[in-house]
Nanobody
Framework: QVQLVESGGGLVQPGGSLRLSCVASGNIFRIYDMGWYRQAPGNQRELVALITSNGNTNYADSLKGRFTISRDNAKTTVYLQMNSLKPEDTAVYYC?????????WGQGTQVTVSS
């Protein structure tokens, strides 16, 4: 069993920043990829950023330069630093972790960018 707990979402003004965190716990032998996805109302869930166990990263093209993904393997935590936020970044952000047990999704955290 793997549990994911996300935090850090909220309401922020355009141009502001937020940092999301996702902590994985449970009987985990190995964590492979960790990533963030988002889903806005009426849209499909889309990849925001992914980080491998080796630290290689992959970003949605439209988000490069504004968002940064990182991980702390000792804390089994993945972070998403979001800067220069825009109203179109408003969405529910989901953590996804691939472990020896397979893929696991977090419950989602709401990010709202509005003045």
């Amino acid at each position: 069993q793997v549990q994911l707990v996300e935090s850090g979402g909220g309401l922020v003004q355009p141009g502001g920043s937020l940092r999301l965190s996702c902590v994985a716990s449970g009987n985990i032998f190995r964590i492979y990829d960790m990533g963030w996805y988002r889903q806005a109302p009426g849209n499909q869930r889309e990849l925001v950023a992914l980080i491998t166990s080796n630290g290689n990263t992959n970003y949605a093209d439209s988000l490069k330069g504004r968002f940064t993904i990182s991980r702390d393997n000792a804390k089994t935590t993945v972070y998403l630093q979001m800067n220069s936020l825009k109203p179109e970044d408003t969405a529910v952000y989901y953590c996804n972790v691939r472990t020896n047990w397979g893929n696991k999704w977090g419950q989602g955290t709401q990010v709202t960018v509005s003045s």
